[in-house]
């Protein structure tokens, strides 16, 4: 008789929502880097901005073409901001979905360990039954042999 590990199907649905856990934590972790992507391009863009108006400056700029730069660079510090909290936001949304993977990790791993152990339990079993069989057959023999059949 072949081993059958009887929580088979649930060890099969905690793998499947362990690799679900895995995936979102991929999402989770590609939104973050996209943030910092975003934070650092708009960075880049305040620095250029800078120089830029600073170049300008050397050079005499009007009143209104200085505002109209002072309000791009306010508006751009306050994206700076936004973008700074969302990936605050989506840091801890990621460490949650990394704790979710370890747990279902952990789940995924018990079970496995039951499974092996209930192998092995059944391995011993069967050696049991073989040696039993075994020495049976052998008892039978040597009564054959010893009253000449």
Known sequence: MGFRFRLQALL??????LREAQTALGAAE?????????????????????AQLEEEQHNGVGVKRYL?????????EQQLLELEGQLADASAAAEE????????????KLLENLEDR????????????????????SMAKG???????
């Open 143 to 149: 009564f054959r042999k010893r009253n000449g059949m």
């Open 30 to 50: 590609h939104l973050k880097s996209a943030i910092r992507t975003q934070i650092e391009e708009t960075k880049e863009v305040i620095k250029s901005q800078c």
């Open 12 to 17: 099969k649905h905690r793998g499947f929502v």
């Open 118 to 137: 209930a192998r092995e339990a059944h391995g011993h079993v069967q050696g049991r039954r073989e040696l039993k069989q075994a020495d049976e057959i």
């Open 68 to 76: 109209d730069y002072k309000n791009y660079l306010t508006l751009l």
């Open 97 to 108: 979905k990394r704790t979710a993977v370890i747990e279902r990790d952990k789940s995924v």
